[in-house]
């Protein structure tokens, strides 16, 4: 199911995935490892088909 809906979502796009051993892409993961000091927030992964039409 969510994976078909992104599906469908991403095939409005043209692009490419290009993958990097960690090695050499240290970059958006230490970003994405940064403790802002907030306590970590429930993200909604509930997305309505309307939502995607």
Same mark, same amino acid.
């Given at each position: 199911?969510?994976?078909?809906?992104? $599906?469908?979502?991403?095939?409005? %796009? /043209? %692009?490419? $995935?290009?993958? *990097?051993?960690?090695? *050499? &892409?240290?970059?958006?993961? &230490?970003?994405?490892?940064?403790?802002?000091? /907030? &306590?970590? *927030?429930?993200? /909604?992964?509930?997305?309505? &088909?309307?939502?995607?039409?």
């Amino acid at each position: 199911g969510r994976i078909c809906r992104w $599906v469908l979502l991403f095939q409005e %796009f /043209e %692009f490419t $995935v290009v993958v *990097k051993p960690g090695k *050499k &892409d240290f970059g958006p993961d &230490d970003l994405s490892r940064i403790n802002s000091g /907030e &306590d970590a *927030k429930k993200i /909604e992964e509930t997305m309505l &088909d309307a939502q995607l039409y």
